[in-house]
């Protein structure tokens, strides 16, 4: 006999359909990349506000189109996916430069770490909603990746935001620590930032060029993020030169959650709770 909750009733989608749907939203680039594991099957099905078996269905179906890939004892992981094509203006969701580094194999470290409590002005007071005389703490450094320069870094925090005293956070990023590191680790509730990669050219000529060691004309990154806690509270700015190949940045699109959209919600009370417990099914619906 066919369970209701795989089955089309008036029309409507099934709830597997509907789970099935969720997943893929979730699951769409720009949230996840290829190769992220994600939560136990009960934290996934808790937030769509279905069955345990339920969930197993949607995820057979995605798994049998290579959307995600299962992996016995080891757990389920984010198949194929189709990239963004392009970078623009828009709000994204950060992952550490730290993270991809890991991920490849890298040991990141800083040098010429400079910490300073400073009238900032320009475009990072701009962006961070401060006056042009106003001060906050200012952090250059170059990035090393296995004891080679890879970018030269420049950073504003919010005066609002405490930061450890100036030792703690100078041996922090010369560690390899991100400012964004450091700002989750405090607690600050970071959701998005406004990014924008553009290309440009470095000579040894300039400053940054001769940290990166460059030698005649070098084609860079100049990637610029505006950081976000909660909804439009600009925390921190930050502006970095990369070489090329020196380690590769995923930008990635911010949705307005991190889980899926629950689904057993959408469908009315009791459509997932066979044996009288929809209440309880629920808990996890946002």
């Known amino acids: 006999m066919t369970s209701p909750e795989n089955s089309a009733t008036n029309g409507r989608p099934s709830l597997v359909d509907g789970a099935e749907r969720a997943l893929r939203d979730w699951l769409a680039p720009g949230r996840h990349r290829q ?13 769509l506000g279905i069955s345990r078996g339920t969930l197993r269905s949607a995820l057979q179906r995605l798994e049998e189109s290579g959307e995600i890939v299962r992996r016995q004892g080891s757990g389920t992981f984010v198949g194929r996916m189709a990239m963004p094509k392009a970078f623009d203006e828009r709000l994204e969701r950060l992952e550490p430069y730290s993270s991809v580094a890991a991920r490849r194999g890298l040991t990141l470290a800083a040098t010429d770490v400079k910490i300073d409590y400073r009238t900032v002005g ?10 042009a005389t106003a001060e906050a703490t200012a952090i250059t450094r170059t990035l090393l990746a296995d004891g080679a320069p890879i970018a030269v870094m420049f950073d504003v925090v919010h005066p609002q935001i405490a930061l ?17 590191d450091v700002l989750i680790g405090l607690g600050v ?12 050219v470095l000579t040894a000529r300039e400053r940054a060029g ?3 060691g460059i030698h005649g004309a070098t084609a860079a ?20 030169l990369f070489t090329p190949g020196g380690l590769q940045v995923t930008v990635m699109r911010s949705l307005e959650s991190p889980h899926p959209a629950p689904v057993a919600a959408r469908r009315g009370a009791g459509r997932d709770g066979r044996r ?11």
């Open 35 to 47: 190769g992220d594991r994600l939560p136990p099957e009960h934290e996934v099905a808790a937030m």
């Open 210 to 212: 001769k940290l990166l």
């Open 122 to 131: 320009g475009e990072a007071a701009e962006a961070l909603g401060l006056a």
């Open 276 to 286: 009288g417990r929809s209440g309880r099914r629920r808990s996890g619906a946002r």
């Open 164 to 180: 450890p005293d100036a030792d703690a956070l100078e041996a922090a990023l010369a560690h390899g620590r991100m400012v964004l």
């Open 189 to 200: 509730p970071v959701t998005y930032a406004r990014t924008r990669v553009r290309p440009t």
């Open 221 to 240: 990154l100049d990637l610029e993020e505006l950081i976000f806690a909660g909804r439009d509270e600009p925390v921190a700015y930050s502006r970095d």
